[in-house]
């Protein structure tokens, strides 16, 4: 049975996250809907990660089996086609071997979070950023990330509900930067690991917000890291401004 590498971009926002749901509308959900108007069901997918509700996915990766022998462009045509009109799109597509596993096959994740911190609302990008009245400090924000980077414990940044073996995990990079957009200017956190916590990304942003804003030192993020205590998180950021950005294989299917 051919197995077939998808490349997934969504917005997030109608969603009730990617995994599928008996009673709600989820990303999973309508990509098996239309796989089985290409060929009968039922269908089961896996991704590279479960996204929640409101968030969205540049370059998620999932995995399906098909019997038929699709060319992979014509299957994403076909596929797109039948997701019309939601919001989502597949932006890739290639043949696998059958033991190559959308998650456990990827050797990394990266995550974009977005923020516009300005007085007037986003109109254009509203439900796509984390829109904040106020100007951040971005050096003291850096200042309290470097205190998340590495192999630590992040049992504070971790949703009570994560079903992970073990909440030690090594953050590669964290970075931040203020970028030029046509809608002005964001402030744009990344974030590279070879797997997340639930909900770790969110908690993390939420406590540099903290930081940006004024009300926590930096030093502040060291201190709560170590308490191991989600009491000491700050709040957890919302999830418009978050995207999977792009799932890191050793042999990347789409050849890229």
């Not at 462009?73 to 059958?98: D, K, M, Q």
């Given at each position: 049975?051919?197995?077939?590498?998808?490349?997934?971009?969504?917005?997030?926002?109608?969603?009730?996250?990617w995994q599928?749901?008996?009673?709600?509308?989820?990303?999973?959900?309508?990509?098996?809907?239309?796989?089985?108007?290409?060929?009968?069901?039922?269908?089961?997918?896996?991704?590279?990660?479960?996204?929640?509700?409101?968030?969205?996915?540049?370059?998620?990766?999932?995995?399906?089996?098909?019997?038929?022998?699709?060319?992979?462009?014509?299957?994403?045509?076909?596929?797109?086609?039948?997701?019309?009109?939601?919001?989502?799109?597949?932006?890739?597509?290639?043949?696998?071997?059958?033991?190559?596993?959308?998650?456990?096959?990827?050797?990394?994740?990266?995550?974009?979070?977005?923020?516009?911190?300005?007085?007037a609302?986003?109109?254009?990008?509203?439900?796509?950023?984390?829109?904040?009245?106020?100007?951040?400090?971005?050096?003291?924000?850096?200042?309290?990330?470097?205190?998340?980077?590495?192999?630590?414990?992040?049992?504070?940044?971790?949703?009570?509900?994560?079903?992970?073996?073990s909440?030690?995990?090594?953050?590669?990079?964290?970075?931040?930067?203020?970028?030029?957009?046509?809608?002005?200017?964001?402030?744009?956190?990344?974030?590279?690991?070879?797997?997340?916590?639930?909900n770790?990304?969110?908690?993390?942003?939420?406590?540099?917000?903290?930081?940006?804003?004024?009300?926590?030192?930096p030093?502040?993020?060291?201190?709560?890291?170590?308490?191991?205590?989600?009491?000491?998180?700050?709040?957890?950021?919302?999830?418009?401004?978050?995207?999977?950005?792009?799932?890191?294989?050793?042999?990347?299917?789409?050849?890229?």
């Amino acid at each position: 049975m051919p197995r077939y590498a998808l490349r997934v971009e969504y917005h997030g926002g109608m969603f009730a996250g990617w995994q599928r749901q008996a009673d709600q509308v989820t990303v999973q959900g309508e990509i098996e809907r239309a796989l089985a108007r290409l060929e009968p069901g039922p269908h089961t997918i896996a991704a590279a990660g479960r996204t929640d509700a409101g968030v969205h996915a540049l370059g998620q990766v999932a995995h399906c089996d098909l019997a038929r022998d699709w060319e992979p462009f014509r299957l994403s045509e076909a596929l797109n086609y039948h997701l019309r009109p939601l919001p989502v799109a597949i932006t890739a597509c290639a043949r696998v071997e059958g033991d190559w596993h959308a998650r456990f096959s990827a050797t990394g994740r990266r995550y974009l979070y977005r923020i516009v911190a300005r007085r007037a609302p986003p109109a254009i990008e509203a439900g796509r950023v984390w829109h904040l009245r106020r100007a951040l400090d971005l050096a003291a924000m850096r200042a309290g990330a470097a205190h998340l980077a590495g192999h630590h414990d992040f049992t504070t940044f971790r949703a009570s509900i994560c079903q992970a073996k073990s909440p030690v995990k090594t953050l590669d990079a964290v970075g931040m930067a203020e970028v030029e957009t046509p809608t002005g200017p964001e402030i744009h956190l990344r974030f590279a690991a070879r797997s997340f916590l639930h909900n770790q990304v969110r908690s993390m942003v939420g406590t540099l917000e903290r930081v940006g804003a004024g009300a926590w030192p930096p030093d502040r993020v060291r201190d709560a890291r170590e308490a191991r205590d989600r009491a000491a998180c700050g709040p957890v950021a919302p999830p418009d401004g978050l995207y999977l950005a792009r799932v890191i294989y050793a042999d990347d299917p789409f050849g890229e």
